[in-house]
Nanobody
Framework: VPRLSETGGGSVQAGGSLKLTCTYS???????MGWFRQAPGKEREGVAG???????RVSDSVKGRFTISQDRAKNTLYLEMSSLKPEDTAIYYC?????????????????WGQGTHVTVTS
């Protein structure tokens, strides 16, 4: 099955920045890619998505602070996070789907990474 792996998580002070990376191996050319997060005790939340042509979508909660990008040739997805807030603390997951587009409100994407922890301190 396709493999996705996230790196770049860690601890950062409020107002700081962090960049997450996701590397994937299979069906990259037909995937819609995205980032989700899940805070302790809360439901998983879609935060950003990107298609093969690098058209992007971001959730209202992170708009203006987070940027999703990709390097298809390197099978790599990025999430640049700035102006981080304590409420951004969560496990961040890289996800992919074989469709050309998937809603960030959907939780049944085809493939998921293992997650990387992000902690924002005040």
């Amino acid at each position: 099955v396709p493999r996705l792996s996230e790196t770049g998580g860690g601890s950062v002070q409020a107002g700081g920045s962090l960049k997450l990376t996701c590397t994937y191996s299979e069906n990259a050319k037909v995937w819609y890619m995205g980032w989700f997060r899940q805070a302790p005790g809360k439901e998983r939340e879609g935060v950003a998505g990107i298609d093969r042509e690098s058209r992007t979508r971001v959730s209202d909660s992170v708009k203006g602070r987070f940027t999703i990008s990709q390097d298809r040739a390197k099978n790599t997805l990025y999430l640049e996070m700035s102006s981080l807030k304590p409420e951004d603390t969560a496990i961040y997951y890289c996800a992919g789907d074989l469709a050309s587009y998937r809603s960030l409100d959907s939780h049944d994407w085809d493939y998921w990474g293992q997650g990387t922890h992000v902690t924002v301190t005040s």
